[in-house]
């Protein structure tokens, strides 16, 4: 639902609340479609504001996310494949090329989707949630900045084995930053990508991109990433980097688990020292700063609810 003036109100749109002339009278009820008369009565009553609902635009929106996500069908494919891979045998891990696939055809099908502003929010650690949403994002930063379908191809199949390390040790980094887990844990925790990216080394049908995003998906531009500590990597793995760091923060994978907001400042904080300052503001422009029904208190100490999002001002919402 969205709030909108009377003098901007159309005919058809449909009320969200009810609009009450005092405590207990109500003059036009939930749900009314609104005719001219009825907008007339409206300000004869002067009421300047109600509710509407944000019927075909909302409706829109929806089917283009859920195509995007599949809803848990793609999460559980993704679960599936990675969870009955054994060491060296990759037989499975091939079917995540067609899965990458699907997720990019459904992303470049719809130009919608490159401007849209999504809502995401803090969860317990998924490793499948968290792949899938890495290569979602990575994905539409790549298309946002035109590379080739091959690369972006390349992006989507490395986001979704990215973290196949994770599954070779036994570290607990369930929303724990590295500094809060028992030193062998954190050490063996900064092993993962290596793991995973021995496990793939010699398939030929994944390409070297791929397999790099595998490997440097924790290295930072300063070089206090880790595993190798290298500066120097490519504007692709930087775009994965970022998503990966974003969603590990708000899901507590190797962090202590954080609200949106404060993993949108980390990435503002720390832009131009780690990662890439233009890349960072491409990711912030499709993330809603504070989800849509998160309450949040006021610069003038109100407590409000989050109504809706804004693509021109996404740190200022309704």
Known sequence: ???RRVDELKEDDILARPVMIDKYRELLAENTKLKKEYIVKLKEFAIDLVYIREREIYDEEEIIHLKITSTSIMKDKIQNILQSHIHQ???DLQELSEAADSIIEGILSEEQVLERIFDIRERSAD???????????????ASKEKLSKSIIHDIGVGCLLHELGLRYIISDFDNKSLNQMPKYHAEEYKKHPIYGYYAIETEDWLNELSKNIILY????KDGSGFPLKIKDYSKEIMI???????DEMISGIGFARVKVYEAVEFLKSYAAQYFDPHYVELFLQITAVYPTNSVVKTNEGETGEVLRKSHKFPKKPL
């Open 127 to 141: 490793i499948y949630e968290h792949s899938l949403n890495v290569c979602i994002f990575s994905v539409i930063i």
């Open 89 to 91: 045998d990759n037989s």
């Open 1 to 3: 639902m969205i709030p």
């Open 240 to 246: 994965v980097n970022i998503c990966d760091t974003f």
């Open 217 to 220: 998906h924790h290295e930072r």
